[in-house]
């Protein structure tokens, strides 16, 4: 280096702004000095950075006046802060935006009056390839669908990894008619079958999507539409859904519902109903089936087939089911310390708590400590759940019949309805859903209902009706051979101390 002027090892850019200021040092006094960084070339073009003190020296007896300089490389630290920067604005796996950057770079756009188009991105079943082939394959995976992005995009979109298998992706539109032509290049192009570690994996996504200032000029509202969205396609099993505001509707009432559930839950806001089950030809009392129903302060009252849908939805319906199974436990235990005769009470059991290890010791457990019999109890499952065939759910069911809790299949005809699972389920009962017992009078619907009982008396499982209203379809529906009936023809579900009244009074009769 000797020799040779610094100016040439002082990147290009900044040449001309270094000589000026050391320029200016020369002619100023001898305590002036000035600090600063500075890109400096090495080896190769490789680009240092370089903190930089210059002062003025004064001449000396065997010296003239000189700018001495000392320099410290902090190319490292520069490294380190830029790498912060970029973690601050970007994903460290797929190299795209962050939320926080893609939030950043819409607010510093050139022009606000761009329209856009908002895209959330889904992987299905991401989760099932991640257990399956290891994470590091599902890295592999999210950095290709970025990559396949990236290409597909116009150079002035923004793309963006939120976290998980999401993407998000802001694309400007010069009309509002290219939007879903162009979301349905993107799910082509994106689940087209990935080769990764030799292995040929066919991906499917979900895209929700919004539309900017259409449905909001706040980009995190347009985020959580395009999101609410996408979960509104996944539940309806649709490539892509546009948001719109019933969507957003359906979202805040499900997340008061859940809100308010789980309050009801911890204090036991809930409540339970009984409705009587009969023996058609003897009009004799057989049973009752649990309903479970909740008026909330706010929402009022919400129909269990709302509240147990979202229970199942949010992992509720596990504490669901307990909490209504123990309410009726306990009251069957006061009737019996009372000595009424008790008949067996059936509870609806959820699809996903059913195929629970822990369920048949929590119902026993829960037996045992009240000195219940077991028959007292009886379950109800949903054909969704009958079609389950995994070990744990034969094993329960098989578990409960040899303990005495006898099970019945609930809504037979509305969902799976088929020989096959129900010669290989040990049930008791089948329970002949209300929708075709007020339609007998139709020769269509009657014929479903022969074929259901018949169905039933081939493999010995008696029947169940519900919804019975009429004298005219109690008496059809036995002389079909339909064994028990429930519905607003016997009585309407009562609460617990409406039954209690009805035990006194037959025993006052008797």
């Given amino acids: 280096m000797l020799g040779i002027s610094i100016f040439e ?108 188009g908002v895209l959330f991105i889904d992987c299905y079943r991401f989760r099932l390839i991640n257990e399956k082939y290891g994470y590091e394959f599902g890295d592999l995976m999210l950095i290709e669908g970025a990559h396949r992005l990236q290409n597909l995009l116009p150079e002035d ?100 519902i859940e809100q308010g559930l789980r309050r009801a839950l911890e204090q036991n806001l809930l409540s339970v109903v009984l409705q009587p089950k009969y023996q058609l030809s003897t009009q004799q009392l057989i049973g009752y089936e649990a309903l479970t129903r909740w008026y909330d302060d706010i929402l009022g009252n919400v129909p269990p087939d709302v509240f147990v849908a979202v229970a199942e939805v949010v992992n509720l319906g596990k504490k669901l089911d307990c909490w209504v199974i123990k309410a009726v436990l306990q009251q069957l235990n006061q009737w019996q310390q009372a000595g009424y005769n008790l008949h067996p009470v059936a509870v609806n059991i959820t699809s996903k708590h059913f195929a629970d290890p822990s369920l048949f010791s929590f119902i026993m457990h829960e037996l045992q400590a009240l000195n219940l019999p077991p028959a007292c109890l009886q379950l109800e499952i949903t054909e969704g759940v009958a079609m389950d065939k995994t070990a744990t759910t034969l094993k329960n069911v098989k578990s409960f019949q040899q303990a005495g809790i006898k099970i019945a299949i609930d809504d037979f005809g509305t969902g799976y309805s ?36 018949a169905m039933a008396q081939a493999i010995s499982v008696e029947v169940i009706a519900e919804g019975i209203e009429t004298e005219a379809q109690q008496t059809q529906l036995a002389a079909l051979g339909c064994q028990f009936g429930q519905g607003y023809l016997y009585a309407k579900p009562a609460s617990f101390k409406d039954v209690e009244q009805h035990f006194l009074g037959m025993i006052n009769q008797g």
């Fill in 9 to 116: 090892f002082i990147h290009a850019d900044e040449r001309h702004t270094i000589e000026a200021l050391l320029a200016q040092l020369r002619q100023g006094g001898q305590d002036d000095a000035i600090s600063l960084s500075v890109r400096m070339l090495g080896p190769e073009n490789a680009v240092h950075w370089v903190d930089w003190t210059f002062s003025n020296l004064a001449a000396g007896a065997e010296s003239a006046d000189e700018i001495q300089g000392v320099g410290i490389d902090i190319t490292e630290q520069v490294k380190a802060k830029n790498h912060a920067k970029f973690l601050t604005s970007f994903d460290s796996l797929t190299g795209l935006l962050n939320k926080d950057g893609l939030l950043e770079y819409f607010g510093r756009r050139s022009d606000p009056a761009v329209l856009y």
């Fill in 418 to 453: 088929s020989l096959s699972y129900l010669t290989s389920l040990p049930i008791d009962y089948i329970k002949i859903d209300r929708v075709f017992v007020q339609a007998l009078d139709n020769e269509n619907n009657l014929s479903l209902v022969k074929a259901m009982l």
């Fill in 157 to 256: 979109a923004l793309a963006c990894r939120p976290g998980a298998d999401d993407f998000i992706v802001l694309l400007p539109l010069a009309d509002r008619a290219e939007l879903l032509p162009f979301v349905q290049q993107l799910i082509d192009h994106y689940v087209e079958p990935y080769w990764l570690a030799q292995e040929k994996i066919s991906p499917s996504v979900c895209v929700g999507i919004s539309v900017y200032p259409d449905d909001s000029t706040e980009l995190s509202s347009l985020i959580q539409h395009a999101e609410a969205a996408m979960f509104e396609a996944k539940q309806q099993g649709l490539p892509f859904r546009v948001y719109h505001e019933d969507i957003h509707s359906e979202l805040t009432r499900r997340l008061e």
